[in-house]
């Protein structure tokens, strides 16, 4: 299993599932990533941080920590 942080610009995936606890998890549903949808990495800036992604028609941001706790396939 892979981290939403480990896959390369260009690539499109499908979220398997979110780790992380309360408020942090809560944040990630409340953007749309939920199991089942399907993410394009548009952009990984320079260092890593932050991730532009392609959710359900919406360009999101998504910082290093965040990508870290959503596993895809």
């Known amino acids: ?3 939403l ?3 390369s610009c260009g690539q499109t995936v ?3 599932k979110l ?3 309360g408020p942090v998890k809560r944040r990630i549903m ?3 990533i ?5 993410i394009f990495v ?4 320079p260092l890593g ?3 532009e992604v392609t959710v359900r028609g919406y360009e999101l941001s998504i910082r290093k920590a965040d990508a870290e706790m959503i596993i895809v396939e």
Do not use: H, Q
């Not at 939920?34 to 399907?38: A, C, L, M, R, S």
């Not at 548009?42 to 800036?45: D, E, G, H, N, P």
């Open 1 to 3: 299993m892979k981290t």
């Open 5 to 7: 942080r480990e896959i």
């Open 14 to 16: 499908k979220v398997a």
């Open 19 to 21: 780790t992380g606890e």
């Open 30 to 32: 409340d953007m749309g």
């Open 34 to 38: 939920t199991k089942g949808v399907d």
């Open 42 to 45: 548009r952009k990984v800036a």
């Open 49 to 51: 941080d932050p991730v």
